[in-house]
């Protein structure tokens, strides 16, 4: 049988890094660090949503916890000089010491600029989250965002998928649009996944984004070791 694997963890070491970048020491530490990890990603995605945030990245060493946020819309996240940034960075704060009260790590609070949206999977599957929200049709959303990704310059292919009750429908069903090329089975290829759910009236439909970005090849000024 056929196992269906994340893009993103089907290449990890190879061409892409882990998005959280820390060590533990002991078991204790490390159940504590999940916990907060996935707090502090639950939190962003419900407080942000709407802003076009994509990656949310997590470092951490013996005296600071660094969280990087990379958005298509900084200055909704940043605020009228900065005032949305620091209540951000105060609810985290709380967050973190109500799950892990002995972590006393600084915390810093970066937002990144992405330069172009349209190539970022998370962005692209909340611009079709929208436009079925606003009750548009969903063929003309697939289409529109389809073509709208495909026309950036690092984009060499694109498929979305949307299921659930589309259109109303009393039986749920299955629709995707494709442009260019998806190989999933190569390790190089920088393919960019993202899923996101679009709530409506008559249920929830789920929005599942591929982006291919070209492939990835190693440094020629690397030296490779001969095993």
């Known amino acids: ?26 078991k204790k ?35 600071e916890l660094r969280v990087i ?8 996240v940043i605020g009228r000089s900065g005032e949305n940034a620091a209540k951000l960075r ?6 973190i010491r109500a799950v892990a009260p002995l972590d006393r790590r600084t915390l810093k609070f970066d937002i990144v600029e992405m330069r172009q949206p ?15 929200e606003k009750r548009m049709p969903f063929r003309r959303v697939l289409k529109q965002t389809v ?14 998928a949307i299921s659930g009750r589309l259109g109303g429908a009393e039986m749920s069903r299955k629709e995707e649009s494709k442009k260019g090329r ?23 439909i789920g929005v599942k984004v591929w982006i291919f970005r070209g492939n990835v090849y190693q440094d020629k000024k690397t030296p490779v070791q001969n095993i």
């Not at 998806?182 to 929830?204: C, K, M, S, W």
């Open 69 to 76: 946020l990379a958005t298509a819309r900084p200055g909704l």
């Open 118 to 132: 349209e190539t970022d999977a998370s962005v692209v599957a909340y611009m079709v989250v929208e436009g079925l």
């Open 182 to 204: 998806i190989p999933l089975q190569t390790f190089r290829a920088n393919i960019d996944f993202a899923q996101e759910e679009a709530h409506l009236p008559y249920g929830v």
């Open 29 to 63: 530490s490390y159940r504590e660090n999940i916990k907060v990890d996935e707090t502090i990603r639950r939190f962003i995605a419900k407080r942000l949503r709407g802003t076009y945030t994509s990656g949310v990245e997590i470092e951490r060493s013996t005296s």
């Open 90 to 95: 105060k609810e985290l704060s709380d967050i």
């Open 147 to 160: 073509e709208k990704v495909i026309a950036a310059r690092e984009v060499e292919g694109v498929r979305i």
């Open 1 to 26: 049988m056929t196992h269906t694997v994340h893009p993103y963890a089907h290449r990890l070491g190879i061409i892409r890094d882990w998005k959280s970048r820390w060590f533990a020491g002991d």
